[in-house]
């Protein structure tokens, strides 16, 4: 072999070995970058192919009362959060704009944008979908899952709209409960996020064969609410309907079963809407049925007379005085301008009949009758939000000022504690803790909490009670001239008392604006339903029996026949005897 053929055979001996270690260095290269240095991301929590990922928890559904088939009133679907890779994009920005906008599921002006960007930025959010198609296309499409990414998510929504906002609340876009009870449930609704960890390529990307820990997440509880949609849907449109009607500032109802203590229905009217949160009044998130002090007028007397009967200071057919007289020194309107029975000054509502009960009892005693009842004091029926009316102590009363608490002046109180005192009288005397929540599940079924009836304490007595109701069912007749009778039922005795309050107004009793209520129960011989009607400032129309007790016989009715109440002539003596079509 020559000299020359010896030189060009080592020329390519080096050269292989050179092409060997240039692409031996190209894979190891490669393979580092495709797989990091394992040991560097163990130890190491900083190391840039580090990946980890959150697995996020599905909020709980809210439903109303019926276990069997619920309306749900809040859930949680999918969403994905939408990004662009500007160094990805493979193809022109004006074909990507055009198969993005296709779809009409990205706001235009953001996709713009994000074209425009610098090609370094790796994440720029497009926008929010939860249309699943579109997300499944912009996965799978040539053009799109190269440069476009999805982070998937959910988001709340209430599938009844702008029913029971007040009670409700509202998650906001990022996923936090703000008031309500998606903010008082939140531990039992918003469950627990898992993740998994473990190593990336060089994209960011799992390598899924790396995956060193993997957490479940566990999703938040299902809550029941002791609503019923039906009725709660009816009472909102009828309350809205009479506060438009009758010009009115603010309205509540509240529908309750006096033997359990379950509220049925429970509405606020004005109120906020979801879709214009945090861009109207505050105030508009009040759930008034709770959190509303007033001063109750009229529909106070039943405290008044119950205690009269009960501490046995008098009998139905004793008579009383009801002439214009001073009292303390001070004159006291009152419609009633003659001698009337116990029986038929309560139906006529007598300020001066209420007057001289009080003053044959004690301030005391009245302090005792009006803690039993529950009023000065939460219910507990929300944990935030809720009102304990104004009431001082009895010691620091002044001379006038039991006889003005009896006719419902000089106390305030709240609508949940003031139907509270009327189903009492209509189960026999004893209170029942109210209650808005009526079992919470876990995501697999068990029950994690379930509310039933919890009495909180006798008031009156049975007797009492009983003559009450009897008592209360001629405020709504006619014949002996009660103030409720437009509140009556067909085929039902309705048991109750109006209010027609005189507001302060600049610390003076206002001569133009009232709270006009009407708050009773039915059957009145074993009554099912307790109903309070209340609006505040009615006009030109103020009286309760004239605003409000309309509105309470047009609800029963709906309540009666969607309930199957039966009526008088063929009624069961069983205070739970009716099918209910809402379990």
């Given at each position: 072999m020559s000299q020359r053929s010896r030189k060009q055979k080592k020329w390519i001996i080096i050269i292989l070995i050179l092409v060997v270690i240039t692409y031996t260095l190209i894979v190891v290269d490669l393979i580092r970058t495709q797989l990091g240095d394992n040991l560097k991301s163990q130890r190491y929590s900083f190391d840039p192919r580090h990946y980890s990922r959150t697995l996020y928890a599905v909020r709980g559904n809210i439903f109303d009362r019926n276990l069997e088939n619920p309306t749900i009133l809040a859930t949680s679907i999918p969403q994905w959060r939408v990004f662009l890779d500007s160094s990805m994009i493979t193809t022109n920005d004006a074909t990507l704009y055009n198969v993005l906008t296709q779809w009409d599921e990205l706001p235009e002006e953001r996709i713009k944008i994000g074209l425009e960007k610098d090609s370094s930025n790796k994440y720029y959010i497009l926008g929010k979908t939860t249309n699943r198609e579109f997300a499944d296309f912009l996965k799978t499409n040539s053009i799109t899952r190269k440069c476009i990414g999805l982070e998937s998510t959910h988001v709340r929504i209430y599938p009844q709209g702008n029913f029971l906002n007040p009670i409700l609340g509202i998650v906001n876009s990022q996923g936090e409960p703000i008031f309500g009870f998606e903010y008082e449930l939140n531990k039992y609704l918003c469950g627990t996020n898992g993740y998994v960890k473990g190593l990336a390529d060089a994209r960011k990307n799992e390598i899924r064969q790396y995956r060193t820990e993997e957490v479940a997440p566990v999703n938040g509880c299902n809550v029941f609410l002791t609503i019923s949609a039906p009725i709660q849907e009816k009472t909102e449109a009828l309350l809205k309907e009479a506060i438009e009607t009758n010009n009115a500032i603010r309205g509540w109802i509240i529908v309750q079963r006096p033997y359990t203590g379950e509220i049925l229905a429970m509405a606020s009217y004005p109120t906020y809407t979801r879709e214009n949160y945090g861009q109207e009044d505050q105030e508009l998130q009040r759930n008034y049925a709770t959190s509303w002090n007033f001063e109750p007028g009229s529909i106070m007397k039943a405290m008044i007379f119950s205690l009269g009967l009960n501490d046995n200071l008098y009998k139905t057919n004793d008579v009383f005085d009801c002439r214009p007289r001073d009292f303390f020194g001070y004159p006291l309107a009152d419609h009633v301008n003659n001698e009337e029975t116990f029986a038929s000054s309560l139906a006529k509502s007598s300020n001066r009949a209420s007057s001289i009960i009080a003053m044959t009892s004690t301030k005391e005693r009245m302090e005792q009758y009006l803690k039993a009842y529950g009023f000065g004091q939460k219910t507990g029926i929300i944990r935030i939000g809720e009102e304990k009316g104004i009431m001082t102590s009895y010691k620091d009363w002044a001379n006038i000022q039991h006889i003005r608490i009896a006719i419902g002046q000089g106390i305030s109180v709240t609508p949940i504690q003031m139907i509270g005192m009327y189903s009492t009288?209509?189960?026999?005397?004893?209170?029942?803790?109210?209650?808005?929540?009526?079992?919470?599940?876990?995501?697999?079924?068990?029950?994690?909490?379930?509310?039933?009836?919890?009495?909180?304490?006798?008031?009156?007595?049975?007797?009492?009670?009983?003559?009450?109701?009897?008592?209360?069912v001629g405020v709504t007749d006619r014949s002996i001239g009660g103030t409720g009778r437009r509140a009556k039922i067909p085929g039902y005795t309705v048991a109750g008392k109006t209010g027609t309050a005189q507001k302060v107004i600049n610390k003076k009793y206002s001569t133009t604006d009232y709270t006009a209520s009407f708050v009773g129960f039915f059957p009145a011989e074993n009554p099912e339903i307790t109903i309070l009607v209340g609006f505040d400032s009615p006009k030109p129309l103020h009286q309760g029996g004239t605003v409000a007790a309309p509105v309470f016989a047009e609800l029963g009715k709906f309540i009666a026949d969607y309930l199957n109440i039966p009526k008088n002539d063929d009624r069961i003596h069983n205070p739970s005897n009716y099918i209910d079509k809402n379990k």
């Open positions: 009288i209509a189960n026999g005397g004893i209170r029942y803790k109210p209650y808005l929540v009526r079992q919470i599940q876990s995501p697999t079924g068990e029950i994690i909490l379930e509310n039933k009836k919890e009495a909180v304490g006798r008031v009156i007595s049975e007797e009492t009670a009983e003559i009450m109701r009897n008592l209360l």
